[in-house]
């Protein structure tokens, strides 16, 4: 058990609706990273936010946005969602030398 | 686009043999990492390894790196069939920085 908690661990939606996906970060770690993997791309970095602030930004859609909360959870917010969407969203969280603990995922299928 | 690059991307030994993966780059880094993910599951850290280190020990896990060919391999010895995974190496960038980007990752199948 890493320590990072997401929720839920599967989503079922259709094409065109919004979901939020939910991290719990380990005791103590201030970063939080989001991570999409899918088949043909491997894992792609979306965002991070250190003690509720936006740090860095990967290749995230505009139609997807995160914020981190002052109890250093942290939403990803997925909009208008397309087929293309479908993929593990991870989360991850870090504290040193940026090893970081990754939570066990959500899977998002969009229908 | 991907920093990290993994060769092979497939790998399939029997238990007991060693498996190597490596792993190249192209920008400066302040360290390198690899991870190991079993099937549909979050990925696990395995093994930290900074740019002025070039061999590092762990357990039946060894990684080197070498800076001038940005290139860092992995080898597991006497792997188990509990080894099956794929493993990702990722490198954490001078710039900018607290940014990992993940390699495509080996998948290495041991057979009993």
């Known amino acids: 058990d890493s320590g990072v908690t997401q929720t839920p661990k599967h989503l079922i939606t259709a094409t065109g609706q919004r979901v939020t996906l939910r991290c719990s970060p380990r005791?103590?770690?201030?970063?939080v990273y989001w991570y999409q993997q899918s088949l043909d791309q491997g894992l792609q970095f979306l965002i991070q936010?250190?003690?509720?602030?936006?740090?860095a930004k990967g290749n995230i859609l505009e139609r997807f946005s995160a914020q981190q909360f002052p109890d250093l959870h942290s939403e990803l917010n997925l909009s208008s969602l397309e087929l293309g969407d479908s993929a593990l969203y991870f989360c991850?969280?870090?504290?040193?030398?940026?090893?970081?603990?990754f939570g066990a995922g959500t899977r998002l299928s969009v229908l | 686009s991907q920093q990290g690059e993994e060769d092979p991307q497939a790998l399939s030994i029997q238990e007991g043999e060693n498996a190597t993966m490596n792993c190249s780059y192209k920008?400066?880094?302040?360290?390198l990492q690899w991870y190991r993910q079993n099937s549909g599951r979050g990925l696990v850290h395995l093994i930290l390894?900074?740019?002025?280190?070039r061999e590092k020990h762990s357990g039946r896990l060894r990684v080197t790196l070498d800076t001038s060919k940005k290139s860092s391999s992995l080898l597991i010895t006497a792997s188990r069939a509990a080894d099956t995974a794929s493993y990702f190496c990722?490198?954490?960038?001078?710039?900018?920085?607290?940014?990992?980007?993940f390699g495509g990752g080996t998948r290495l199948m041991v057979k009993p």
């Open positions: 920008t400066s880094i302040n360290n």
């Open positions: 990722a490198t954490d960038p001078l710039f900018p920085g607290n940014m990992l980007t």
């Open positions: 991850a969280s870090s504290v040193e030398e940026n090893i970081q603990y």
């Open positions: 936010y250190y003690n509720g602030e936006e740090r």
């Open positions: 390894i900074r740019s002025n280190e």
């Open positions: 005791s103590g770690d201030l970063s």
